[in-house]
T-cell receptor, first 115, second 114 residues
Framework: AQSVTQPDIHITVSEGASLELRCNYSYGATPYLFWYVQSPGQGLQLLLKYFSGDTLVQGIKGFEAEFKRSQSSFNLRKPSVHWSDAAEYFCAVGARSSNTGKLIFGQGTTLQVKP | DGGITQSPKYLFRKEGQNVTLSCEQNLNHDAMYWYRQDPGQGLRLIYYSQIVNDFQKGDIAEGYSVSREKKESFPLTVTSAQKNPTAFYLC?????????????FGPGTRLTVT
């Protein structure tokens, strides 16, 4: 069965510092991979996605993520965090073998940004 | 502008009452999904529908029901059988052509049952 683990429930970084949010997945083949961001009380917005090709994916708001097959990871990075990046971040995976489009979401990582 | 609307944003109900949450999309997407979000648990799939007049149970369908009579609409009913209905509910849609897996989300409805 597919699963997604975000090991860090809560992360605090200083504004201007670099950020890395971890995501590990369990799946028999290469899945589709996503990172979404959610502001309090709002819906989810897609930051970036990986389907195939270049394993370093660029997204919106200056985020990037790297797919590492050998580590079953898809970590999200940003070189310099802004106060507006404070939000909850979700990693999600989808099965290539299924046409349902179902996604499995991680538990989420809450990012706090210190001034 | 295309998008997904969910109404109302906040909903309050007494225990024992059924309540229906609205989800409408004008993206011309074929597939639609309902998720439940609880603190620290991520998103859990309740029901999904890939075409009109057809839907499937997700991981936590007990106590919920849906209908898909129109492509644009996918309402969710939280019945009195749902033991812990207070949660944040998110609707999403997806374009199924070309195997696109990206889901687009609505703003959510926060349901409080007392």
């Amino acid at each position: 069965a597919q699963s997604v683990t975000q090991p860090d429930i809560h992360i605090t970084v200083s504004e201007g510092a670099s950020l890395e949010l971890r995501c590990n997945y369990s799946y028999g083949a290469t899945p589709y991979l996503f990172w979404y961001v959610q502001s309090p009380g709002q819906g989810l917005q897609l930051l970036l996605k990986y389907f195939s090709g270049d394993t370093l994916v660029q997204g919106i708001k200056g985020f990037e993520a790297e797919f590492k097959r050998s580590q079953s990871s898809f970590n999200l990075r940003k070189p310099s965090v802004h106060w507006s990046d404070a939000a909850e971040y979700f990693c999600a995976v989808g099965a290539r073998s299924s046409n349902t489009g179902k996604l499995i979401f991680g538990q989420g990582t809450t990012l706090q940004v210190k001034p | 502008d295309g998008g997904i609307t969910q109404s109302p944003k906040y909903l309050f109900r007494k225990e024992g009452q059924n309540v229906t949450l609205s989800c409408e999309q004008n993206l011309n997407h074929d597939a639609m999904y309902w998720y439940r979000q609880d603190p620290g648990q991520g998103l859990r799939l309740i029901y999904y529908s890939q075409i009109v007049n057809d839907f499937q149970k997700g991981d936590i369908a007990e106590g919920y029901s849906v209908s898909r009579e129109k492509k644009e609409s996918f309402p969710l009913t939280v019945t009195s059988a749902q033991k812990n209905p207070t949660a944040f509910y998110l609707c999403a849609s997806r374009r199924t052509a070309d195997g696109d897996y990206e889901q687009y989300f609505g703003p959510g409805t926060r349901l409080t049952v007392t």
